[in-house]
């Protein structure tokens, strides 16, 4: 099985930490996973990316039109990274408004659960929902609890579902 | 031996392999893509079988050198840096090829093509050519790590310095990692006194130099070390791809999609100088044609002279920027005659970054160019950089070239007798500590005029939060001694010395003016400000910080000050309505950006 996802928002949405659950969810059931991430300047506020090829690959980057799932945490980046989902991939986008992919206000959610951080998980919770990824819900909450600090796990756990309940 | 699988990023890769091989002095001066390296040295102490010293030192030269002594004890040793801290590292570094080294010595230089976070994209394998360097050069994290224990082994047997050098895409990429116990090596400190070699004189040194170039030749044939051969099914005759790093597993990616996977030969090179003199032969016999795939100078190339060979030099691959699969692919294409590859759109700029919300520098910039619209602004390599969205930062060059820029504005405008525009330098607490130190004493001795702001967050902030010697600890949150910055500046000369927590903008504004007019004034000369307020990316200093909800009036006029000179992310524009927004998720309640609006439209509620 080979899957290439991509994660795409600004510095401080917690995209980083969206990318290595569902790296640990691959590595947790024994399949080779490699990931790129953005680090340094951009990370202040500016657009990140994160690549993650599931199964058997060497590089960790994605190309144009490769991408078979896209979560994006930040809308206004779809212009910017749109070229790297390929044909009949899928978006699962954090927004208020309607519009293309499978969308949801995940923003809003997390606020409500007091911390606005979480939207990456609800994304990740619809993302399951969509049976869009190559991971279980069983396997995404498993690796929540495995990298999560333990006294946020509950919280992130709650976010997750509510995400996967749309 | 317990063996497990771990999801590591490269660097975290790197720094387990160091521990694994049993290195006992780590050193590090923090820089993007090479800080999580140390990093993971410090959070895996506990593991190490053997004593192990891990420093964050004040440069990357420091770094170096104090790795270099442990190993002339014969211990193992490792300085961690990123391309450009070689520079400041080169004086070492260049003449420890000719002196060698004991206890095998790592020297892990993390390149950035693109580049992402540096000031230039150059290639440490072609510093290490010049510097006569074995480099190795990686294509995964798990490769990396692989390659480490290797690497001191082959560091002892002659007795030289070797240098590993990852890019951004391995240091910052993750990877199911092996992961192993650690070595026990049993070794005591033994520094074998030799001053002929170690205090080496020009008598001793053509003798050493010429030890250096057989030794190279004898590396160069080490048969661990040559490029490895995936040999094609003959489809391309007498035509072979060379590729080195990331560039290698781009490529393997690559020709899977395209299912070219087998058809030509395909070499990897892990050790691109000293290029193996009988892969070189290999390569002029067998083949007509060669593509060279390698970041970001044309090392193996130049090397390897080949009449057939593309690469950066004929202008086949792009001479600049990373070696993307995107641009792999054009390149392939053209090589091996294949369908061009469907336009790729024009890249489109995603969001710039900014400093964060309730950011102190924020403060400090909006009061600098504030008080001196006119101003020369020289400033240096950090977070701070950012300033350059508020108009603060005219100049940024490398670490510490702040403070003699400034003072090289100052001559070239003193001496033409005209007005002065003021020149505010601004420099950060790691970098003033770094390379800031000696430029200061410079500008004082030259009789310089201008206003040095020492930006002072606490913290090596653009790198995640190492520790910064004034405030006491070390790596690993172990307490030491503090040097305080204000003795340092003092003791360097300056006269005007003044702290300001520039969230007190009223009284930062002042200071500025006052020493402005200082630098002005008979007996003037270089006036240092500190500007101290800890970076609010610490949880502690958060903490202690007064929080109000910061809302916006009705009587917004919607003039942009807020969102555009000042440039809050927590701030946006509503468009429709002409009024700004507080961004309550991104907001930290600061209140800095309340003096900004004209029509004192900013209100705050301190939050119950
Ligand atoms: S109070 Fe003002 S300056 Fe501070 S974070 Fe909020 S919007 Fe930005
Ligand atoms: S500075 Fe004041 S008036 Fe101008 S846009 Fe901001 S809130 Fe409105």
């Known amino acids: ?44 506020g500016g657009t990140v990316l994160s690549t993650i090829k599931i199964g058997n690959f060497a590089s960790p980057l994605v190309r144009t039109g490769q991408a078979d799932i896209g979560l994006l945490l930040w809308e206004a980046n779809l212009p910017v990274h749109q070229s790297l989902l390929r044909e009949n991939g899928v978006w699962i986008i954090n927004s208020p408004v309607a519009g293309s992919g499978s969308r949801i206000d995940a923003a809003q959610i997390a606020r409500e659960l007091g911390n606005p951080v979480l939207s990456n998980l609800v994304l990740l919770g619809l993302a399951v929902q969509q049976q869009a990824l190559f991971c279980s819900a069983e396997e995404c909450a498993e690796a929540i609890k495995q990298l999560a600090p333990k006294k946020f796990i509950e919280q992130n756990l709650e976010a997750f579902q509510k995400g996967m309940n749309g | ?125 072609l510093f290490c050519l010049q510097g006569r360097v074995p480099v190795i050069d990686p294509c995964s994290p798990a490769e990396a790590k692989e390659l480490i224990q290797p690497a001191f082994e082959l560091s002892e047997k002659y007795e030289l310095n070797i240098v590993l050098r990852p890019t951004t895409r391995i240091c910052h990429s993750r ?25 080496a004189t020009p008598a001793f040194l053509p003798a050493l130099h010429r030890a250096l170039n057989d030794n190279l030749e004898k590396v160069a044939l080490e048969p661990d070390w040559q ?142 160019k504030k008080c001196f619209p006119q101003g020369i602004f020289p400033s240096d390599i950090g977070c701070y950089t950012l300033g350059m969205n508020l108009g603060a930062v005219n100049t940024v060059h490398c670490m510490g070239a702040c403070i003699s820029q400034g003072a090289g504005f100052y001559q070239a405008y003193h001496q033409d007798e005209q007005d002065c525009p003021t020149i505010v330098v601004t420099i950060g607490d790691s970098t003033f500590f770094h390379a800031g130190i000696p430029a200061l004493i410079n500008a004082v001795i030259q009789q310089t005029r201008m206003i040095i702001v020492i930006l002072d967050n606490a913290t090596t902030a653009m790198t995640g939060g190492q520790p910064v010697p004034h405030m006491g600890i070390a790596a690993g949150n172990k307490k030491t001694k503090a040097v305080a910055i204000e003795p340092l500046v003092k003791a360097s000369g300056v006269v005007f010395i003044e702290t300001c927590d520039p969230y007190d903008s009223e009284r930062f504004d002042a200071l500025l003016k006052r020493a402005d007019s200082y630098i002005r004034s008979p007996e003037g000369g270089v006036a240092v400000l500190i500007s101290r307020h800890g970076c609010v990316m610490d949880p502690a200093v958060r903490k202690t910080q007064d929080s109000h909800l910061v809302t916006i009036l009705d009587s917004c006029i919607g003039c942009e000050k807020c969102t555009g000179a000042f440039e809050c992310p927590a701030l946006y524009m509503d468009r429709e309505n002409h009024v700004a927004v507080v961004d309550q998720d991104r907001c930290i309640g600061c209140g800095t950006c309340i003096p900004v609006c004209p029509v004192n439209a900013i209100v705050r509620e301190t939050k119950p």
């Open chain 2, 227 to 368: 490029p490895r051969l995936t040999v094609g099914n003959g489809d391309y005759p007498r035509t072979a791809l060379v590729a080195s790093g990331i560039a290698y597993s781009n490529l393997i990616d690559l020709l899977a999609e395209l299912q070219l996977t087998q058809a030509i030969d395909l070499y990897q090179v892990l050790m691109p100088y000293p290029l193996s003199p009988d892969f070189t032969r290999t390569l002029h016999k067998k083949y007509d044609r060669l593509l060279i795939l390698e970041e970001t100078y044309p090392v193996i190339e130049l090397q390897l002279a080949h009449p057939g060979s593309k690469g950066k030099q004929n202008g086949m691959v792009p001479r600049e920027g990373e070696l993307t699969p995107d641009v792999m692919h054009q390149v392939l294409a053209d090589f091996l005659d294949l369908a061009p590859p469907a336009e790729t759109p024009t890249e489109r700029r995603g969001q710039r970054p900014s400093l964060c919300p309730g950011c102190p520098h924020r403060a400090a910039f909006y009061s600098i």
């Open chain 2, 175 to 199: 990877q199911n990692v092996s992961v192993r116990e650690p070595i026990k090596l049993n070794r005591q400190a033994d520094f074998q006194r030799d001053p002929t070699r170690w205090a």
């Open chain 2, 1 to 125: 031996m317990k063996k497990q699988n771990q999801l590591l990023m490269g660097n975290e890769a790197i720094g387990q392999g160091l521990i694994e091989a049993g290195c006992q002095v780590a050193t590090a001066y923090p820089g993007t893509p090479s800080t999580e390296i140390l990093q993971a040295v410090i959070d895996r102490q506990g593991q190490a079988v053997e004593p192990l010293h891990v420093e964050w030192s004040v440069n990357e030269k420091i770094a170096f050198e104090v790795a270099l002594a442990a190993s002339y004890t014969g211990k193992r040793s490792a300085a961690v840096m990123k391309q450009v801290g070689l520079n400041v590292a080169a004086d070492p570094f260049m003449r420890t090829a000719y002196i060698g080294v004991k206890g095998g010595m790592l020297t892990i230089v993390a390149d950035d093509p693109g580049p992402h976070s540096s000031q230039n994209e150059q290639d440490t394998r």
């Open chain 1, 1 to 44: 099985m080979k899957q290439q996802i991509i994660v795409s928002g600004i510095g401080g949405q917690g995209v980083l930490f969206l990318t290595r659950v569902i790296a640990q969810a691959a590595v947790n059931r024994g399949t080779p996973v490699l990931t790129s991430e953005t680090h340094g300047m951009a990370q202040r």
